[in-house]
């Protein structure tokens, strides 16, 4: 696993790119809408190598392994918690022969909605279920860590603590929030991203925010609070709901990648996409810049 030190000196070369998004891309490919996508992919590698290999091949830098929710909390609605390690391990597995010339950096996300407070004992819990799936991840050979979409503080407080007793060196953080910057808590997420990277984290920033002309202020707002490398992974605009019930989000990849291109202007220096993105974003990025 890379050192906080090793990643940021990635940078000395220029903005590093991440991919699109997953899901959203898999369900195209014949995932069923509602299913555990950790174990629909472990069932239907071919979908998840196709996708990443196109990922590699447009220029991402950083691809995230599927492991989104490959938490024990997560995979015991369909029975495989006891499996949290070994899943998390051949998904990182999988996405490094998807694409050997990338970072592959072990997917954590939000477990909010397990939590009904955020006392001392569902700290715990939350420590515990992402102690596991980094250990799994680790096991797997992951170059990184990223927690992306969180929503609270205490999510990424919780993760941090888990990496550290795992002996994570590298790690992104990356929250979901409002267009003025405020957290889904309530609280300004400047401060709190500022406290993650004096805690530690490599790269902090924010995903699964509609790319719009609010965006680069978005991030000159961070920018204030953050001084090391920021992160941004928007969506492809605001979605509209098909006649299907899945989201279609209308952004060009020539709109998105203008759009990224100034999030980088604006001081953003890890670069991705969320919902709605493809290797075709991820392409048009890379052109741009």
């Not at 990443?52 to 991402?60: F, K, P, T, V």
């Not at 592959?104 to 477990?111: C, E, K």
């Not at 924010?206 to 490398?229: E, H, I, Q, W």
Request: glycine content about 8%.
């Amino acid at each position: 696993m890379l050192t906080r030190e090793e990643f940021q000196a990635l940078l000395a070369n220029g903005p590093l790119l991440l991919d699109g998004a997953t899901g959203s891309n898999l369900q195209k490919m014949g995932m069923p809408k509602g299913c555990c996508t950790e174990e629909w992919v472990l069932n239907n590698p071919e979908a998840l190598v196709k996708l990443q290999r196109a990922y590699a091949q447009s220029g991402s830098n950083i691809i995230y392994a599927p492991t989104f929710q490959a938490q024990p909390l997560a995979l015991e609605r369909v029975n495989l918690h006891r499996q949290c390690e070994a899943i998390n391990a051949q998904l990182v597995a999988l996405s490094r022969s998807a694409a050997p010339g990338s970072l592959i950096a072990g997917d954590l996300t939000t477990l909010a909605t397990f939590c009904d407070s955020w006392d001392e004992a569902n700290f715990d819990l939350l420590v515990e279920n992402y102690s596991c799936q980094i250990r799994g991840l680790l096991e797997g050979g992951a170059d990184l860590l990223v927690a992306e979409t969180l929503m609270y503080p205490q999510e990424a407080e919780a993760i941090l603590t888990a990496a550290e007793l795992e002996g994570a060196t590298c790690a992104m953080y990356s929250f979901t929030m409002q267009p003025d910057g405020s957290l889904f808590s309530g609280r300004d997420a400047g401060p709190v991203l500022r406290e993650l990277e004096e805690a530690g984290a490599a790269a902090v920033g924010f995903n699964c925010v509609a790319a719009d002309m609010m965006t680069p202020y978005l991030v000159s707002k961070l920018r204030r609070y953050v001084r090391g490398p920021l992160i941004c992974k928007p969506n492809a605009g605001v979605p509209v709901i098909g006649s299907d019930g899945i989201p279609v989000y209308p952004q060009s990849p020539e709109e998105f990648a203008q759009i990224v291109k100034d999030c980088r202007s604006n001081g953003a220096s890890v670069l991705g996409g969320c919902c709605g993105t493809g290797p075709e974003h991820i392409a048009a990025l890379k052109s741009v810049l």
